[in-house]
């Protein structure tokens, strides 16, 4: 019995490139000013910052390079958006992203060399997953008829409003097939929905009567396991967005106990709130170890079983500790904690959100489980 | 010119066959799972007996210069021999104070006097070496302690006492932290470090019985004890200084130890294996869903601190709170350990209760015992109340 098992844990060259990069973009084009002028906007983020960061290749950092992507895989688009967390950018890179793999991992090759360059150009895509709120369900409610109709809904769909494609999950006849339909096909189709980290966008879809071209159909034994295989690279992108976000929320943390002042000290000295900041700090160190380790494992085949606990433990430490950070951070700000102005906000929001997407905690810890102790 | 793959292979496959070969037999009495549980004089002779032989056989202290008794050649070698040592599951090299504190702060700012007369016996373990900094009431508060050393002619004159001290009582050196000027201006500034020798009239150790029943350390009394000026380290008032040096060599966030095995090997692993055969509700303990969501959670902690090593070896991965690894680690380490003893104890059920001695109890009541011994860690070298707040204080700049 080995229980820890794999700890591989690498760096490449071109990891380090996009990091530096991506930490310098987003420190330069998303403070925090800029990230609350787009908490009630339409779509949450400014198109033309997208363009530059298409400009930029992430778009197709984990796309092959017959579609015009760079070819680094999955794990090199981590350290893009650990930045983009830290930074709270929010933008359509990870739905986007996690469709084209759908896409990529499942589609026929006519379907790739269609739908894929595209969205290396600044296109929009997203996946429509969710019958419901449950990440434990697999998500093949609706349904895809002999005449190519569909019959049901989605919720949940990421940046749907702006998408110029939504890959969803359906059945046809018992079979996992995934459907490619374009923004024009599901005009007044959607009902957006009010989320609580408004750094983002998503909506209900009503994909009733929708006719599906042919071409459009994603058919075949791959698709269940590019479900699988996504679902767990969408856990690693919100655990690695999580982490920067968690840093970021334990910076503001510590700027207020290095300033605010109370009983003739720094509240910093109390350690009432020093040691919780640790745990914070050294929680996170655990989420980011996770992220680079899970990012180490993952290639272009479907992911294996240490690829698989890497993800789901990155996920489930990932989220708890921005929950903790999040929520400790309104607390620790006091009255101040309790204001739309303070920051304190925007991350214990974010961390909600976090919390569920593609599985809390106890959705991987109850899979980690079954796939180390039988 | 550094070791090829080959050569580091070739030496660890004749590492693992020494260790095969020479692995003592079960002595048919309790050992000591750290350091700090050498309690009498069977066990302490067990185990010089076992460093000793390591150190023969070229496998402790490989990283230390030659000349001093050690191999000379890359620290990869004894990494791969402390690898070798963990695998096979060998007794501990107890001479921890000497090989993991004292001696790397000798080879690092200690003169060459120094060097030539005590790093040999602490490899070959001839020597055992304590610590005398903690008193009953300066212990967190270390830079407050108040033992003094007098100076004398070419000699200090000790008083006071020092306690806790691990091998107090079969010790030959002391690293001793002491007041030269009680007038410093800082408390700090009126301590000095000496290498004190424990044979020497006015000295005198009294054991204190642990939690588990168990002796390992002592108290220790000064009374008028004189030794040699040449004990000072460094300068007198540098005492502080020299001392967090120390720490840090203790804490392991500063290299230099000689090697071997400072405490035995408890994975989760052996916590799930240990479980065998204990019911809940009727079925396999490990079928217990709320068994299983704690078990993965001590996996997750336990390989989290395995890869947090790793990446410290990655300056992008490090780089935005610099020793935030190094410096948590101890706290991290031991905080684990003794929350997954505690759990490994009270996954046993109605047997959790029974102790060492009982000879109905799980693996000998080997997960009680080391339950209570953890504390060892979350309390010496800085308890982990005072390591958060280094790491707050350190890392994230929070004031004092
Ligand atoms: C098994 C074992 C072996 C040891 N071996 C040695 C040895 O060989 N040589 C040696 O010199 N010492 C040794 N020690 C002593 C050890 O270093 C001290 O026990 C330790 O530093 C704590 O000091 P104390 O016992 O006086 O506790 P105290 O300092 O009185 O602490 C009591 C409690 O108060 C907390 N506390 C104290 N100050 C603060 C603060 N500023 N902020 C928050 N909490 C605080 C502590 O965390 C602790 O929980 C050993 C201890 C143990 C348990």
């Given at each position: 019995m080995n229980l820890?098992?794999?700890?591989d844990l690498a760096f490449s060259e071109e990891q380090a490139m996009l990091m530096d990069v991506a930490r310098e973009f987003c420190r330069d084009k998303s403070p925090i000013a800029a990230v609350r002028d787009q908490l009630e906007t339409?779509?949450?983020?400014?198109?033309?910052?997208?363009?530059?960061?298409?400009?930029?290749?992430?778009?197709?950092?984990?796309?092959?390079?017959?579609?015009?992507g760079s070819g680094l895989g999955v794990g090199a688009l981590v350290p893009v958006v650990e930045a983009m967390g830290r930074a709270m950018l929010g933008t359509p890179l990870i739905n986007t992203a996690l469709a084209a793999q759908l896409i990529l991992r499942s589609g026929s090759s006519g379907q790739v060399e269609r739908l894929l360059p595209p969205l290396v150009e600044g296109g929009i895509a997203t996946l429509a997953l969710l019958d419901n709120g449950d990440w434990g369900a697999d998500g093949l409610a609706l349904r895809l008829g002999e005449d190519a109709v569909l019959t049901g809904s989605k919720r949940f769909v990421g940046d749907a409003g702006v998408a110029d494609i939504v890959v969803a999950s359906a059945s046809r006849g018992g079979d996992a097939v995934l459907v490619v339909l374009e923004a024009e096909q599901l005009a007044g189709r959607l009902r957006p929905n009010t989320l609580i980290d408004q750094t983002r966008r998503a909506a209900d879809i009503d994909f009733t009567g929708v006719q599906v071209e042919a071409a459009n159909i994603i058919a075949g034994d791959r698709v269940a396991a590019a479900l699988r295989d996504v679902r767990l690279c969408g856990a690693l992108l919100v655990a690695a967005e999580a982490t920067g976000s968690a840093a970021a929320c334990l910076d503001t943390i510590v700027e207020y106990l290095k300033t605010r002042k109370q009983f003739g000290k720094l509240i910093g000295s109390y350690q009432a709130?020093?040691?919780?900041?640790?745990?914070?700090?050294?929680?996170?160190e655990d989420a980011r170890s996770f992220v680079y380790h899970a990012a180490t494992l993952l290639g272009e085949d479907n992911l294996d079983r240490d690829a698989e606990v890497a993800c789901r433990m990155a996920k489930a430490q990932a989220s708890a500790i921005l929950s903790y950070a999040g929520d400790r951070a309104v607390q620790f700000h006091g009255g101040m904690g309790f204001t739309y102005e303070c920051d304190a906000q925007l991350y214990i929001r974010r961390a909600q959100w976090t919390q569920q997407a593609f599985g809390d905690a106890q959705h991987h810890r109850k899979r980690l489980a079954a796939l180390l102790l039988d | 010119?550094?070791?090829?793959?080959?050569?580091?292979?070739e030496f660890r496959s004749d590492v693992s066959a020494w260790m095969a070969d020479n692995k003592p037999a079960d002595p048919g009495f309790l050992l000591p799972q750290t350091f700090m549980e050498v309690g009498d004089e069977r066990q302490l002779e067990f185990l010089r007996e076992w460093q000793h032989k390591v150190w023969s056989a070229g496998y402790l202290g490989m990283a230390w210069p030659k000349e001093y008794g050690g191999g000379g050649v890359e620290p990869v070698f004894q990494n791969i021999a402390d690898q070798e040592m963990r695998r096979h599951d060998v007794p501990i090299c107890f001479n921890v104070i000497g090989l993991g504190w004292a001696g790397p702060l000798i080879n690092d700012i200690g003169t060459e006097q120094e060097k030539s007369k005590y790093l040999k016996g602490i490899l070959s373990a001839e020597d055992i070496w304590c610590q005398g900094f903690s008193e009953p009431e300066h212990g967190s508060d270390l830079g407050n302690a108040q033992t003094r050393a007098v100076r004398d002619g070419d000699e200090y004159v000790l008083n006071g006492q020092k306690i806790w001290t691990t091998m107090g009582n079969f010790a030959k050196y002391m690293i001793l932290l002491a007041r030269t000027n009680p007038e410093a201006q800082r408390k700090y500034d009126g301590l000095s470090f000496?290498?004190?020798?424990?044979?020497?009239p006015g000295v005198e150790t009294r054991p204190i019985r642990k939690i588990t029943g168990e002796y390992g350390f002592t108290e220790t009394f000064f009374t008028d004890a004189r030794i040699p000026a040449d004990c000072l380290m460094g300068e007198e008032g540098q005492g502080w200084s020299i001392a967090m040096q120390t720490l840090q060599y203790e804490r392991g966030a500063e290299a230099g130890a000689a090697g071997g095995l400072a405490m035995v090997r408890v994975t989760v692993e052996d916590m799930v294996e240990g479980l065998e055969g204990v019911e809940r509700d009727g079925a396999p303990v490990l079928e217990d869903p709320l068994v299983r969501d704690q078990l993965v959670q001590a996996i997750m902690d336990e390989k989290a601190l395995v890869l947090s090593v790793r990446r410290t070896g990655i300056a992008h991965l490090t780089s935005d709170y610099p020793g935030a690894l190094p410096l948590s680690n101890k706290l991290r380490a031991s905080e684990l350990t003794?929350?997954?003893?505690?759990?490994?104890?009270?996954?046993?059920?109605?047997?959790?209760?029974?102790?060492?001695?009982d000879d109905t109890a799980r693996q000998g009541g080997f997960w009680q015992r080391a339950y209570f011994n953890s504390f060892s860690a979350t309390i010496g070298g800085g308890t982990s109340q005072i390591q958060a707040n280094i790491v707050a204080e350190h890392v994230l700049g929070l004031p004092k």
């Amino acid at each position: 019995m080995n229980l820890v098992g794999n700890t591989d844990l690498a760096f490449s060259e071109e990891q380090a490139m996009l990091m530096d990069v991506a930490r310098e973009f987003c420190r330069d084009k998303s403070p925090i000013a800029a990230v609350r002028d787009q908490l009630e906007t339409d779509t949450g983020f400014d198109a033309a910052l997208w363009q530059e960061m298409a400009g930029l290749g992430w778009s197709g950092i984990a796309l092959p390079e017959s579609v015009g992507g760079s070819g680094l895989g999955v794990g090199a688009l981590v350290p893009v958006v650990e930045a983009m967390g830290r930074a709270m950018l929010g933008t359509p890179l990870i739905n986007t992203a996690l469709a084209a793999q759908l896409i990529l991992r499942s589609g026929s090759s006519g379907q790739v060399e269609r739908l894929l360059p595209p969205l290396v150009e600044g296109g929009i895509a997203t996946l429509a997953l969710l019958d419901n709120g449950d990440w434990g369900a697999d998500g093949l409610a609706l349904r895809l008829g002999e005449d190519a109709v569909l019959t049901g809904s989605k919720r949940f769909v990421g940046d749907a409003g702006v998408a110029d494609i939504v890959v969803a999950s359906a059945s046809r006849g018992g079979d996992a097939v995934l459907v490619v339909l374009e923004a024009e096909q599901l005009a007044g189709r959607l009902r957006p929905n009010t989320l609580i980290d408004q750094t983002r966008r998503a909506a209900d879809i009503d994909f009733t009567g929708v006719q599906v071209e042919a071409a459009n159909i994603i058919a075949g034994d791959r698709v269940a396991a590019a479900l699988r295989d996504v679902r767990l690279c969408g856990a690693l992108l919100v655990a690695a967005e999580a982490t920067g976000s968690a840093a970021a929320c334990l910076d503001t943390i510590v700027e207020y106990l290095k300033t605010r002042k109370q009983f003739g000290k720094l509240i910093g000295s109390y350690q009432a709130l020093k040691h919780p900041t640790v745990d914070i700090l050294t929680g996170m160190e655990d989420a980011r170890s996770f992220v680079y380790h899970a990012a180490t494992l993952l290639g272009e085949d479907n992911l294996d079983r240490d690829a698989e606990v890497a993800c789901r433990m990155a996920k489930a430490q990932a989220s708890a500790i921005l929950s903790y950070a999040g929520d400790r951070a309104v607390q620790f700000h006091g009255g101040m904690g309790f204001t739309y102005e303070c920051d304190a906000q925007l991350y214990i929001r974010r961390a909600q959100w976090t919390q569920q997407a593609f599985g809390d905690a106890q959705h991987h810890r109850k899979r980690l489980a079954a796939l180390l102790l039988d | 010119m550094s070791a090829t793959e080959a050569e580091l292979a070739e030496f660890r496959s004749d590492v693992s066959a020494w260790m095969a070969d020479n692995k003592p037999a079960d002595p048919g009495f309790l050992l000591p799972q750290t350091f700090m549980e050498v309690g009498d004089e069977r066990q302490l002779e067990f185990l010089r007996e076992w460093q000793h032989k390591v150190w023969s056989a070229g496998y402790l202290g490989m990283a230390w210069p030659k000349e001093y008794g050690g191999g000379g050649v890359e620290p990869v070698f004894q990494n791969i021999a402390d690898q070798e040592m963990r695998r096979h599951d060998v007794p501990i090299c107890f001479n921890v104070i000497g090989l993991g504190w004292a001696g790397p702060l000798i080879n690092d700012i200690g003169t060459e006097q120094e060097k030539s007369k005590y790093l040999k016996g602490i490899l070959s373990a001839e020597d055992i070496w304590c610590q005398g900094f903690s008193e009953p009431e300066h212990g967190s508060d270390l830079g407050n302690a108040q033992t003094r050393a007098v100076r004398d002619g070419d000699e200090y004159v000790l008083n006071g006492q020092k306690i806790w001290t691990t091998m107090g009582n079969f010790a030959k050196y002391m690293i001793l932290l002491a007041r030269t000027n009680p007038e410093a201006q800082r408390k700090y500034d009126g301590l000095s470090f000496f290498l004190s020798p424990m044979d020497v009239p006015g000295v005198e150790t009294r054991p204190i019985r642990k939690i588990t029943g168990e002796y390992g350390f002592t108290e220790t009394f000064f009374t008028d004890a004189r030794i040699p000026a040449d004990c000072l380290m460094g300068e007198e008032g540098q005492g502080w200084s020299i001392a967090m040096q120390t720490l840090q060599y203790e804490r392991g966030a500063e290299a230099g130890a000689a090697g071997g095995l400072a405490m035995v090997r408890v994975t989760v692993e052996d916590m799930v294996e240990g479980l065998e055969g204990v019911e809940r509700d009727g079925a396999p303990v490990l079928e217990d869903p709320l068994v299983r969501d704690q078990l993965v959670q001590a996996i997750m902690d336990e390989k989290a601190l395995v890869l947090s090593v790793r990446r410290t070896g990655i300056a992008h991965l490090t780089s935005d709170y610099p020793g935030a690894l190094p410096l948590s680690n101890k706290l991290r380490a031991s905080e684990l350990t003794r929350r997954m003893r505690q759990l490994a104890i009270n996954l046993q059920g109605g047997e959790g209760a029974l102790y060492v001695g009982d000879d109905t109890a799980r693996q000998g009541g080997f997960w009680q015992r080391a339950y209570f011994n953890s504390f060892s860690a979350t309390i010496g070298g800085g308890t982990s109340q005072i390591q958060a707040n280094i790491v707050a204080e350190h890392v994230l700049g929070l004031p004092k």
